[in-house]
């Protein structure tokens, strides 16, 4: 059965911090984040590299703010989209802190979350951190074609997002987790990695209906529900297959890959996508919001689209999974 | 809703791409660069080049372009809005290769860029030689029979 | 009058090839890459058959540009140097008719690799 996991202690976000791209920096959502590199490289000789040093400026800054030392720290709970997660390993090494990295394609920021409350509320530690990032140049590798290739893109296609988001979890701390529920993966039959919002938008249904089955809450108790990367067409299949439930979302629905670009004049298709998409909206805008008393409870839902290139020229389809957490005041 | 149903449903509501506009655009653009090999080619016979080894240079000065758009990182800007029209003259091969080759630097000239240079084109190069093989098989045994 | 018949067909042609590769992208499942490949293969079937040379003569750069021009040098170089060396000639001569642009593909993408610097996207 899927557990829908109600914190007692009231596991809190002590800090966050946000790191950004030149896109990013220049989209509708621009100014909350709190730091960018101008050509989207951080100083770094590759691209894998470039990622590791905004997971380690995120992590920098995150700790800089919550005031506490590296040895406060217990654990680290760190990934992105790369080969054997090596962006968060290299990057957040020099920390000296135990690391745990895990992969949940564009959810990992929201499954971060979720596990790190679960162990402060079992006490497995004190404080811990989650950092997620995603980089548009080492996922094109990886994912897609060599980024001088002329290529067109469909109109459903979404843009990886470049940007990384650090939380440090505690137990003191004005924006409490305040239940969380782990995603079962969904294999609707999509093939189209051209399309992953319809890929993923399953997986949140999944998720969704049945936090609201398991727990007493109901849509409209939230101020924002928030989707990590669905972008345009995965948002609208969202709003759609919940309606047929009876599930009415349309008024209080955001999407982290539709409010990091302007995806007509920036030319982002169906908008953004990949796990740092998703943590540096949180971060950056959604709980500087909340901190500054404008929201008070939000339901944050991170969708992945857990496939690679291999599986795809096998001709598999693409499964997916949603991760949801209950943030609030 | 089933897998299949489900598939219908989001290929239904998926927004096309504009074929129109990009049909157009890849006629145009496609068609220009077929014209500008025309005048290199007319070039290099009026400099008394003889017609065959012109219709290579003719290509090869494509090529070169390709390079050089490609490297001022514009290539894949054009081809966003040409589409086939960049894709399928001998500028979207050498794009391809050019590409991979700058990508996969970071990974060392031997692992890398050696490689990984025919990531793209190499199927292109592969069934062309082996279907031409082919075909000179089938010719060779074929003049027998006349 | 006629060079501007030349250029006019050459365009149109080049156009048309470059359409129908188009179609396919939006309204197929194909990817480029497979595009590209049924586009040589056709050239050296369409040349093997004898379809394409009158092409070629009609438009000129608006046939051998587009891909199915590669194939169309593959499957005339190998028709060539079968004739001239037997059987040999059938793996000899499709490299050797395209060499020019293949090796100079490499070389530039060599270069290329050398003297790029990376840039974001």
């Excluded at chain 1, 470049?162 to 004005?174: H, V, Y």
């Excluded at chain 2, 290539?75 to 979207?92: E, Q, R, W, Y």
């Excluded at chain 3, 009609?58 to 540009?65: C, I, L």
Aim: with cysteine; glycine share 12%.
């Amino acid at each position: 059965m899927q557990k829908f996991i109600k914190f007692e202690k009231s596991p809190s976000i002590i800090s966050c911090y946000s790191v950004v791209g030149k896109h990013e920096k220049e989209g509708p959502i621009g100014e909350c984040f709190d730091e960018y590199s101008h050509d989207d490289t951080f100083g770094k000789k590759s691209w894998e590299q470039a990622e590791s040093e905004m997971q380690r400026m995120a992590l920098r800054g995150a700790i800089n703010k919550s005031g506490l030392n590296n040895d406060e720290i217990d654990l680290l709970i760190a990934g992105d989209l790369l080969n054997q997660c090596v962006g968060s390993t290299y990057g957040l090494v020099s920390f000296d802190i135990p690391y745990i990295g895990i992969y949940g394609a564009c959810s990992t920021c929201a499954l971060g979350l979720a596990l790190g409350a679960s162990l402060l509320e079992g006490g497995m530690c004190e404080k811990c951190a989650s950092v997620t990032s995603s980089h548009y140049c080492s996922s094109e590798r990886q994912f897609r074609f060599p980024l001088e290739y002329g290529g067109q893109r469909t109109p459903t296609s979404q843009w990886t997002v470049t940007g990384s988001g650090a939380f440090i979890l505690g137990k003191e701390g004005n924006i409490k987790i305040k239940s969380a529920m782990f995603g079962k993966s969904v294999d609707m039959g999509v093939t189209d990695i051209n399309n992953m919002g319809a890929a993923m938008a399953p997986a949140a249904v999944d998720t969704i209906c049945s936090f609201l089955q398991n727990s007493s809450h109901r849509v409209e108790d939230f101020d924002m529900i928030v989707t990590g990367d669905l972008g345009y067409e995965g948002s609208e299949i969202l709003k759609d297959l919940l309606l047929s439930k009876d599930i009415d979302i349309r008024k209080n629905h955001v999407d982290c890959g539709l409010l990091i670009y302007d995806r007509f004049s920036q030319d982002k298709h169906a908008g953004g996508s990949g796990c740092g998409c998703s943590a540096s909206v949180l971060a950056g805008n959604i709980l500087k919001n909340m901190e500054a008393g404008a929201i008070h409870d939000i339901l944050f839902i991170g969708t992945g689209a857990l496939m690679n290139p291999m599986t795809l020229y096998q001709g598999q389809s693409i499964p997916s999974i949603a991760h949801l957490v209950h943030i609030g005041r | 809703m089933n897998k299949e149903d489900y598939n219908k449903y989001i290929s239904m509501r998926a927004k096309k791409s504009p074929i129109l506009k990009n049909c157009c655009f890849a006629f145009l653009i496609g068609g220009f660069i077929c014209t500008l090999g025309r005048v290199f080619l007319d070039a290099y016979i009026y400099f008394g080049i003889e017609q065959k080894d012109a219709s290579s240079l003719a290509s090869m000065t494509l090529i070169f372009i390709a390079f050089v758009l490609t490297c001022f990182g514009v290539f894949d800007n054009i081809a966003k809005i040409a589409g086939g029209g960049t894709l399928v003259p001998i500028t979207g091969f050498a794009n391809s290769i050019v590409s991979s080759a700058i990508d996969s630097k970071s990974e060392g000239y031997i692992c890398g860029v050696g490689a990984k240079i025919f990531s793209i084109a190499g199927p292109v190069i592969l069934y062309g030689i082996t279907s031409g093989v082919l075909y000179g098989i089938i010719y060779y045994f074929c003049t027998f029979l006349r | 009058m006629d060079i501007f018949l030349n250029y006019l067909f050459a365009f149109v042609i080049g156009g048309a090839f470059c359409v129908i590769a188009q179609i396919l992208i939006d309204k197929t499942k194909l990817t480029p890459a497979r595009i590209l490949v049924v586009y040589v293969c056709a050239g050296v079937f369409l040349t093997a058959i004898g379809v394409y040379e009158p092409l070629v003569k009609f438009a000129s750069t608006g046939a051998t540009v587009p891909l199915t021009g590669f194939g169309y040098s593959i499957a005339n170089g190998v028709r060539e140097a079968v004739d001239q060396k037997g059987l040999l000639g059938a793996f000899t001569g499709g490299l050797t008719a395209t060499s020019g642009g293949i090796a100079l593909a490499i070389v530039l993408g060599f270069i290329a690799s050398l003297i790029t610097s990376r840039k974001s996207k």
